[in-house]
């Protein structure tokens, strides 16, 4: 039966990876096979690129175990890429479309992405081209405008949750020598990833104590005021700072000797704003600091995944093709919240012209009135994201013992 | 029974924190109430900071569920500190364990602490004074003399093993956009740590690609070579570098703006070999770098804590309490390792003096010929320290589709 069917899909993947980005394709593919339409299964090497390159690689020759070991692979397993498509390659792209038969072309990626798929299928409109185009959610940054939340964001917001907490407790025990620590985490224009961290605070003294967001402007001596409070009560202070964080002035604050370099899509390629604040602390508070920075580690790792993201990951790939074969096609689809508590979720759709070029940022009412924090509101919203509790920590109760001697000179 | 017991025991933790001395601890609180003779279990808080300050807790009192958990908690229960003691202090440790009645003093620590240990056991001996001094083994920096390893460095081997296994798939799939990524890991004086990293590479296109250790002079435009040709056969690059990364002329490479702070023991408080790194591949190569440094999340995070590491800690506070109770003193428990395959080790006992300030750096077998990677011989060491292999990722074939088109212009 196979043989004798022409609609074609095709399946790219694009921008950074995620830990999770590999379950949606699993989705698409196993209900693509699931579907009677569909006929060969290609995947696009490295995102739009492996498009324009005619860089194919035919996913029904995978052995299935493969396919369904993707839901457990982090990174991107098709490759994927940032590139900013001229004119002429959206011409392309529909030649290639037209010389493999494609009817179907699923995108996951963000809201970059998210611009690109509508083109295409703007495009494919234009000239009477007959190809479904339908976005898949993805990024870490949670960024995409309609859905509730974007697979990868729980996985990433579990590995800050737990890395934070971990190293806070590491501050919390060796607070003599290191009182201060300034995490740096991702976020290029929102602050959802660093607002995660605050998932792994156990009570007052605990990290993280402050928490600063590209939501609102950075401002020094509260900064300074905010570390020196929390010193002065608790000895030790750990910041969760996002890279994407920007002064009054709408600069961003980084240290000031490091390069700002720039993506293909205009976009600054951040980093330096945790060493920068290290030194802030260290010069004008005279306070020993030091930063942890992890990087791409914490939006690729499997090492804490969510089994919530890892699932929504594999649905929204599942809807992404049922819902193209169904007829739609330049949507994307979305995540909708029936209900936090027990937490229900399920697919909707959404035009690509809403969610495009669009930044979600963390809502005015997930931030404390002091700017340095979240609220518990936020804490709602994100906990069932991360896929259950964080492991189980002992505690001592530390019942002092009578002291015997005087006070050490 | 335990009313008439006078033979008490003090316990401190000392150093930075990792992800299994409180399992030591565990050991050591559980064994020691097994054993008739010991009185009181006591807690130093923060080390030796908390004996001289009398800042002790009773650990009996602590509820035997809590203690337990303490197996698989992280960072340092009782609190840690660095601190360097006086003359003075000695006598005023002394005074404290005599108004205690302290017959059994267990420091967990690095070479550091053995060192403090190693002194107040002379003193002990010189004042007559009936107190038993064992070190407990601990550092994620693998480089105590005569023990075959750390607890510890299995974890935080674990941790980077799959952390750059990871964040390699990542460079992999985005390399178009970001070739090179230099991944900074920690290690003052040895490299044991950085070459921890190359326990997740899968095959020579696969992350780690060079590694770079502080027991070989980092010479600039070797590295440079060695990037550019990684970089020629696979169009990127994963570097895995030491903070304690030391050039030709024996001082630190480091981001030239960066300050170099001291501990209290003199030691120097690194950071930025990694900025500094990439900031030579962007402008003596013009290829766009990128920098991860998980920091301390890799030294204390439970969230791929290796098993064989926890129970090899618990195992070292377990000897320690029975080798002083069995009457030892000024000893260090050692691990020693009776085969590797299948892994057998046991522990056995060595001189604090033999092992106090030294440092154990990566044999020469163990680094390859070029310096820039880790031998055969490294692997077979370590790979029984992480407790099993990594997770398992889904490897797509890739088999192309043919093309139907003419290049791309």
Known sequence: MRENL???????????????????????????????????????????????????????????????????????????????????????????????????????????????????????????????????????????????????????????AIAVRDSGLDTEAIYTADPVKIIETMGRDAGWITASTALGKEGEGSAPHLIYLPERPFVATSFLADVKSIYDRFGRVVVCVCEGLRDEQGEFVRASTKQIDTDKFGHAQLGGVGDYLVNLVSEKLKIKARCDKPGTIQRVSMMCASQVDLDEAYLVGEAAISRAVGGESDKMVTLVRKSSDPYECETGLVELEKVALRTKKVLNEFINKESNFVSEQFLEYARPLIGGPLPEYAHLERKKVERHLSARA
């Open 6 to 160: 022409t609609e074609n899909l095709l399946i790219a993947q694009s921008g950074g990876p995620t830990a999770v980005i590999n379950s949606s394709v699993c989705g698409i593919i196993v209900e693509a096979k699931q579907q009677g339409r569909v006929g060969s299964i290609y995947g696009a090497v490295n995102g739009i690129l492996g498009v324009l390159n005619e860089d194919l690689v035919d996913l029904r020759q995978e052995d299935p175990s493969t396919i369904s070991m993707l839901r457990n692979t982090p990174s991107a397993a098709l490759g994927s890429c940032r590139y900013k498509l001229s004119k002429d390659d959206y011409s392309r792209l529909l030649q290639v479309f037209v010389a493999h038969n494609i009817s179907y072309f699923i995108c996951a990626g963000g809201n970059d992405s998210m611009d690109t798929a509508h083109r295409v299928a703007q495009l494919a409109s234009e000239k009477k081209h007959d190809v479904r185009v339908i976005g898949v959610p993805k990024t870490v940054d949670n960024d995409l405008m309609v859905t509730d939340h974007c697979p990868g964001y729980g996985s990433v917001a579990r590995f800050n």
